[in-house]
């Protein structure tokens, strides 16, 4: 099983990235994938979910309004649109997949497998 995140990289504040995760090894329709992150020197945290069909999501407080969670289920692929982008937003960004039919949860324990972490940095 491999989760393979990409996507990050260097932005100004107020800027945009779309980040991407690949799934190979599952039934990606199975799962529920979420985004969690992870600043320096800060635990991980929650980010947005999705269900398996791509109906439901769920935000975090700070990202809610600015980042948007998607998924294409043909290509295995589950995406983080993240626009109007803040120096707070800089972490460590990784996927993961929960095997369930509702979205998934914001404790890490929860969940399967997990990507290797995309970093973005929002700095001027």
């Known amino acids: 099983v491999q989760l393979q995140a990409s996507g990050g990289g260097s932005v100004q504040p107020g800027g945009s990235l779309r980040l991407s995760c690949v799934a190979s090894g599952i039934t990606f329709n199975n799962y529920a994938m979420t985004w969690f992150r992870q600043a320096p020197g800060k635990e991980r945290d929650f980010v947005a979910t999705?269900?398996?069909?791509?109906?439901?999501?769920r935000y975090s407080d700070s990202v809610k309004g600015r980042f948007s969670i998607s998924r294409d289920n043909t290509k295995n692929t589950v995406y983080l649109e993240m626009n109007s982008l803040k120096f707070e937003d800089t972490a460590v960004y990784y996927c993961?997949?929960?095997?369930?039919?509702?979205?998934?949860?914001?404790?890490?324990?929860?969940?399967?497998?997990w990507g290797q972490g995309t970093l973005v940095t929002v700095s001027s």
């Open positions: 993961a997949a929960a095997q369930t039919l509702w979205l998934g949860t914001q404790f890490s324990n929860d969940y399967n497998y």
């Open positions: 999705m269900n398996w069909s791509g109906g439901s999501a």
